[in-house]
Nanobody, 120 residues
Framework: QLQLVESGGGLVQPGGSLRLSCVAS????????MGWYRQAPGKQRELVAFITSGGSTNYADSAKGRFTISRGNAKNTVYLQMNSLKPEDTAVYYC??????????????WGQGTQVTVSS
């Protein structure tokens, strides 16, 4: 079992910054990819960014140049630094972790989500 707990969401003005954190506990040895998704009201959940245990990263086009994903030294924590936030970034942000085995997602796990609201 893998548990993911997010923190760091909140209300921020356009142009502001937030840093989201996600801590994994339990079967952390079973994961080699951690990332962030978001879901806005009335929209499908979408990938924001992910990072592999080797340090490779991938970003959605909407996140490139503004968001940075990183992992903590203990490797069970992932961060999402969000700068230059826009109202369209408003969504519930979910932490995701899994083990990529030959392209298959094993032990795919999700956090409970943290609300990010960008508004003046």
């Amino acid at each position: 079992q893998l548990q993911l707990v997010e923190s760091g969401g909140g209300l921020v003005q356009p142009g502001g910054s937030l840093r989201l954190s996600c801590v994994a506990s339990g079967s952390i040895f079973s994961i080699n990819v951690m990332g962030w998704y978001r879901q806005a009201p009335g929209k499908q959940r979408e990938l924001v960014a992910f990072i592999t245990s080797g340090g490779s990263t991938n970003y959605a086009d909407s996140a490139k140049g503004r968001f940075t994903i990183s992992r903590g030294n203990a490797k069970n924590t992932v961060y999402l630094q969000m700068n230059s936030l826009k109202p369209e970034d408003t969504a519930v942000y979910y932490c995701n972790a899994y083990r990529d085995t030959l392209g298959f997602k094993m032990n795919d796990s999700w956090g409970q989500g943290t609300q990010v609201t960008v508004s003046s």
